[in-house]
């Protein structure tokens, strides 16, 4: 029932029991929901139940209360609703509703759209990625009407989107061609998982990426290797040697140029990344080798620019012989980068490193390219993530430095200015794009708790900034 007391700092400090009380009241409807929701399948990749999962998506945020729209993008519509009254402060509140695709449904426990209790967790595709931490936030705004009967006194926009699972190009075009609409003060998502962190957490920063395809090309059709090995070009063989000039024998990128901008990194980020727990980086025996590739791992994650081969093909590698000269090789190569650092020089550098070194013929094509963004840690928000956090789970969140990324982040950053902050609502084994995606009932609950204590301290701010 919504309370009569009128909306002022007092009733909102006071007012913070009744609400978390609230969102465990109605724990079980928001788990309803959640199942719903979740029971659509939204694959962006082939479009199986997108429009109707956007659709039940607006129904749900109209039954709160507010007026949804959807935006067309070309492709997967955004979902967009506003609360609250145009202010000087605007939280903008991202999600996405798309999933990947199930696989093999046989791998897994449940049927991947029937949503499952299970030990304590809810199972099936998009629960935790990213349906359960998005919906949150609207269950949040609903426990929020319950208790204080308006909405809060700042603006919040919600934006969910539909193709991020398939790289946001329409969506990161629909921003760029309407920045107007997306700007605000700061962006908040729990779009991720703690990585191994069984602890409230979040993330600073998101890491640049620039990710790209290489091409090789030989003859126009095999020719007998036995014959002609020696004397047609080998693509495959090119391609391994183009590769090896771009890594220096301790592993760093040996591309000329290609560390220069790079902004230092803060005695606090290394305090950061030292206070982590054990458990967020275990030995490498727990992934199956013998020893990881750097003498200081948790530094070199969050603090060194890298370049990772993550596929090469090229030629016959099936069973028995095939004695063929290769027409061609392909390699995609993955470059993490930090603040300083652009994906599209690193891409100029890697153009002119090829060239330098005999492999003008070797073709690149830019798959993806994102440059890095990064929240002070002194910012507003992120005070009132790290006090909320605190509030929610009894225990202040680890704060970890960043997380490699990209997407439509990367537009919110290059085309809005927007400062992003990601606070994750579900736990590290989350295994989300995996037969075993499922997410902690516990942690669903307390994300929900957590963007109902943001709003709380967001309003005490700006009722407090207001004049008397």
């Not at 492709?75 to 696989?103: F, N």
């Not at 605000?184 to 998101?206: H, K, N, R």
């Not at 020696?230 to 301790?250: C, E, G, H, K, W």
């Not at 789970?393 to 919110?412: C, D, E, K, Y």
């Amino acid at each position: 029932m919504a309370s009569e007391r009128p909306l002022t700092v007092e009733a909102l400090e006071g007012g913070r029991d009744a609400l978390m009380a609230r969102v465990d009241e109605r724990a079980e409807e928001y788990l309803r929901w959640l199942v719903e929701f979740a029971s659509i399948p939204s694959v962006s990749a082939t479009g199986e139940g997108v429009r109707d999962c956007a659709e039940h998506l607006a129904a749900r945020i109209r039954e709160i209360g507010l007026q949804p729209e959807l935006l067309e993008t070309g492709a997967h519509p955004i979902v967009w609703a506003a609360a609250g009254e145009e202010t000087e402060r605007t939280l903008l509140v991202y999600g996405h509703y798309d999933v990947v695709p199930a696989g093999d449904e046989s791998e897994w426990m449940f049927p991947p759209f029937e949503p499952t209790v299970h030990d304590g967790s809810l199972w099936g595709r998009g629960v935790g990625d990213s349906k359960g931490q998005m919906i949150a936030h609207l269950c949040a705004l609903a426990a929020w009407l319950d208790v204080f009967g308006e909405l809060p006194p700042f603006r919040i926009n919600f934006m969910f989107d539909g193709e991020d699972e398939i790289g946001c190009g329409d969506t990161s075009a629909y921003i760029r061609a309407h920045v107007d609409r997306f700007r605000a003060d700061f962006l908040y998502t729990s779009d991720a998982s703690t990585l191994g962190v069984w602890e409230p957490a979040l993330f600073l920063g998101i890491r640049g990426a620039l990710y790209v395809e290489l091409t090789a090309r030989g003859a126009d059709s095999e020719w007998h290797s036995g014959s002609y090995g020696s004397i047609l070009p080998n693509p495959v063989t090119r391609m391994a040697q183009a590769v090896s000039t771009m890594l220096d024998a301790d592993g760093r990128v040996a591309i000329e140029g290609f560390y220069d901008g790079m902004e230092p990194i803060s005695d606090e980020q290394r305090r950061f990344a030292a206070a982590l727990p054990p458990e967020f980086l275990p030995g490498p025996e727990e992934f199956g080798v013998r020893a990881f590739e750097r003498a200081e791992p948790v530094d070199s994650m969050f603090f060194e620019p890298r370049m990772c081969v993550c596929g090469i093909e090229g030629g016959y590698t099936g069973e028995g012989l095939k004695m063929a000269v290769p027409t061609s090789a392909r390699a995609k190569i993955d470059f993490a980068l930090l603040k300083g650092q652009r994906p599209s020089r690193v891409a100029e550098l890697l153009r002119t490193h090829l060239d330098r070194h005999g492999f003008d013929d070797i073709e690149i094509t830019v798959l993806s390219d994102a440059p890095p963004s990064a929240v002070r840690s002194d910012h507003p928000l992120v005070a009132t993530a790290v006090a909320s956090l605190e509030s929610v789970w009894g225990r202040p969140p680890v704060v970890i430095p960043s997380i490699g990324g990209g997407g439509v982040f990367a537009t919110f950053v290059d085309a809005v200015g927007l400062d992003c902050l990601l606070v994750p609502y579900a736990q590290p084994d989350m295994q989300e794009h995996s037969a075993r995606e499922h997410l902690s009932l516990e942690w669903f609950r307390n994300g929900i708790k957590t963007s109902a204590e943001i709003y709380r301290r967001l309003s005490i701010a700006a009722l407090a900034a207001e004049p008397a």
